[in-house]
């Protein structure tokens, strides 16, 4: 560069320079993602490991408590393993899963039928069209919401959940392909076109989770609410909430914070 003092200008991209502080002091470690989900093997949790901790410093999940929250909300959610939503499913459990009002509480095994009423009657009245069957079955139960089209338009199954906080619905798409195209203009991604991308590249599903988690205000809430408000906000609802608290009492051990409840 001329016209300028020195010998040397250094030009720094933001997202690069996270990166390597990230690589000089992990806020996520080992020890934390083994103690949150045991079931993956070393190999797996290092290729993770550089994008957690990337992307933790950028979203400022950087204390604790948020580290605690993120990590047991993303390891109920896909497990911490990079893949999409699976709705291949047993007429039993598609309507257990999504048949009843209020959720699964509200499911009865032994007359197969909901407590509160149904929300979804054709999986009862065409169980074999939607049983087995991920494709039509996300096309129905994701259906006009979230963003998505009518049955019709496939749109449910194509912004089914992926990455490990399970981005779901075309508006999610949309908001982090705003996102990730607004802080990374050198890798501008067309996530509505092709959202099979937050599944099939590590960086982008551990991205989409903390975007999500910034949209929703994550951090605040893990800051100043309860486990519950946490999982409120994640879920939209407390589905798995044993689960949640499992994983997070045992990475709060870890980190040395006071069992949740």
Known sequence: VSDLPGSDVFHIHPIGMVGNFAREHQLITMEMLIAVESGNSAAHYERLLSHLNKYAWLYEVNTPRRIAHFLSQA??????????ENLYFRPEI??????CKGGKKNYNESCDDCTQGRLREKLWTQESYYAHNPERLGGYVYADRMGNGAESTGEGFKYRGRGIIQVTGKDGYQSFQDEHNRRSPDDIQDFISHPELVSENVGYAVESAFIFWSKNHLNSISDLGSFADVTQVVNGGQNGYGDRLRRYNKIATVLGLPQGV
């Open 94 to 99: 598609m309507r257990k899963t999504f048949g």
């Open 75 to 84: 390891a109920h959610e896909s497990a911490l393993k990079i893949r999409s």
